[in-house]
């Protein structure tokens, strides 16, 4: 099982960037695939941005494309999501996730998927 720490998060005005970070410990995030999730208040977890494992083939939930950056870092073994322009219906907690299935573009949390701990990501109008 892979052990995802994230941090980042905070408090932003709309317009704004943020820079989520994703350390993992227990496998390389080049050699499985690597995604990024949102839960807001009364919601389901959603996808949000995917790498794949290996060539490292970006996906993203067409709420975000253009805007979001998914992106990975072997020396530090470290998953990052850059977030542009920033909109209040970006507020959220912010899930890291490993070893889900890419399938249609997007990636399907698995049983054997594992999950940070999350960070919020709050921004103001």
């Known amino acids: 099982q892979v052990r995802l720490v994230e941090s980042g998060g905070g408090l932003v005005q709309a317009g704004g960037s943020l820079r989520l970070s994703c350390a993992a410990s227990?496998?390389?995030?080049?050699?499985?695939?690597m995604g990024w999730f949102r839960q807001a208040p009364g919601k389901e977890r959603d996808f949000v941005a995917a790498i794949s494992w290996g060539g490292g083939t970006t996906y993203y939930a067409d709420s975000v494309k253009g805007r979001f950056t998914i992106f990975r870092d072997g020396a530090k073994n470290t998953v990052y999501l850059q977030m542009n322009s920033l909109k209040a219906e970006d507020t959220a907690v912010y899930y890291c996730?490993?070893?889900?299935?890419?399938?249609?573009?997007?990636?399907?949390?698995?049983?054997?998927?594992?999950w940070g701990q999350g960070t919020q990501v709050t921004v103001s109008s």
């Open positions: 227990g496998r390389t995030v080049s050699s499985v695939n």
């Open positions: 996730a490993a070893e889900g299935p890419i399938t249609g573009s997007i990636m399907i949390p698995a049983s054997r998927t594992s």
